[in-house]
Nanobody
Framework: QVQLVESGGGLVQAGDSLRLSCAASGRPFSSNALGWFRQAPGKEREFVGG????????PYADSVKGRFTISRDNAKNTVYLQMNSLKPEDTAVYYC??????????????WGQGTQVTVSS
């Protein structure tokens, strides 16, 4: 079992930056791939990005590439999503997720409860 708790969401303006955090507990943190997904109102949940257990592989969705950065601190059992140049279309509930490895990151087996990010124009 892996427990995931997101924080850091909020209301920002277009062009602003925001950093989300996800604290994990349970299975040894450094053995999991971790990732972020988001779900906007009326839309399906979509993959945002992921990070392999030691941070060497970081795939991103095309819509956020160059603006969002995922990092992890294995000593703190925490993964981060740094979001820059935010756009109104980034508005969504953001979910942290865990998978056994980066190859399965788009089909994670554990989820956090989500944190709301709202970007005003």
């Amino acid at each position: 079992q892996v427990q995931l708790v997101e924080s850091g969401g909020g209301l920002v303006q277009a062009g602003d930056s925001l950093r989300l955090s996800c604290a994990a507990s349970g299975r040894p943190f450094s053995s999991n791939a971790l990732g972020w997904f988001r779900q906007a109102p009326g839309k399906e949940r979509e993959f945002v990005g992921g990070i392999s257990p030691y941070g060497f592989i970081t795939p991103y969705a095309d819509s956020v590439k160059g603006r969002f950065t995922i990092s992890r601190d294995n000593a703190k059992n925490t993964v981060y999503l740094q979001m820059n140049s935010l756009k109104p279309e980034d508005t969504a509930v953001y979910y942290c997720a865990s998978a056994p490895n980066i190859a399965t990151m788009r089909n994670p087996n554990f989820w956090g409860q989500g944190t709301q990010v709202t970007v005003s124009s």
